[in-house]
């Protein structure tokens, strides 16, 4: 199988908020949102992006607020779960498709 070319850009999802998003596959194609956890990046993703651009899937994977080549605000009020869901809508709106699918990755860590 050959590699698809991944495109990297930028996208805004609040005011002076931009995420680093990588893309690979047809831009016409089902949109599959593949979201990193901590303390990863897109970069996690990308045998899977391969996998389903080969397939006609437009692979999304963003860097997430403070990870990678996304903006990094300061202060941790601006990293609650309503922020980063808040980016996650504001990107799928910026890729203008009625429905994405969703693959999240994440660890859970537990302390006693």
């Not at 070319?5 to 596959?25: I, P």
């Given at each position: ?25 047809p831009e016409g ?84």
């Open positions: 199988m050959a590699a698809a070319a991944v495109r990297h850009r930028e996208v805004e999802v609040a005011s002076g908020v931009r995420l680093h998003v990588a893309e690979s596959g194609g089902p949109v599959a949102l593949l979201v990193h956890g901590f303390p990863e990046l897109w970069y996690s993703w990308r045998h899977q992006m391969r996998a389903l651009a080969a397939r006609g899937f437009r692979a999304v994977a963003p860097d997430l607020r403070g990870y990678g080549d996304s903006d990094a605000p300061q202060g941790r009020d601006s990293y609650t779960v309503l922020h980063l869901v808040g980016d996650l809508v504001a990107l799928i709106a910026d890729l203008g498709r009625p429905q994405v699918g969703l693959r999240l990755r994440f660890t859970i860590l537990i302390s006693s």
